[in-house]
């Protein structure tokens, strides 16, 4: 499984969660708030592997400068839309965010240490 289908599974994944928390709460700001936070939690994870592939390229340095200040730019936007005019719940975006963050990464670890020869 590569990152792309990964995330997608993970965004899936965020949206029966958001169905559940809808179910539990009855809060839509909750049901939109997780899978909210996961896109930004798989904005993070994809622009990073893509990146760390291309820093040995002449210009590394500076894709990783410029990638860097539009996913600030990026975020800074997100959360003043989500957040800042009460679109979602925070707690929630904060927690669809750490979740899918946490999962793809292990879930990289575990396909990709095993190649590796890193211990998952």
């Known amino acids: 499984m590569n990152v792309r289908n990964l995330s997608l599974a993970m965004f899936a994944v965020s949206i029966i ?6 179910l539990i709460t009855g809060s839509p700001r909750v049901a939109v708030g997780v899978p909210a936070g ?3 939690g798989i904005v993070t994870v ?3 592997g893509w990146l760390l592939g291309r820093l040995q390229d002449r ?3 500076l894709l990783f400068a410029l990638i860097t200040v539009g996913k600030l730019a990026f975020y ?6 989500l957040i800042g005019r009460g679109l ?4 929630a ?3 669809g965010l750490t979740g899918t963050v946490m999962a793809l990464l292990v879930f990289i670890h575990l396909k990709d240490g095993a190649r590796t ?3 998952a």
């Open 17 to 22: 969660a958001g169905g559940i928390a809808f």
């Open 38 to 40: 996961a896109i930004i």
């Open 46 to 48: 994809a622009t990073w």
């Open 59 to 61: 210009y590394g340095v």
């Open 76 to 81: 800074a936007g997100a959360f003043y839309i």
């Open 88 to 91: 979602v719940n925070p707690f």
């Open 93 to 95: 975006l904060a927690g």
């Open 117 to 119: 020869g890193i211990p």
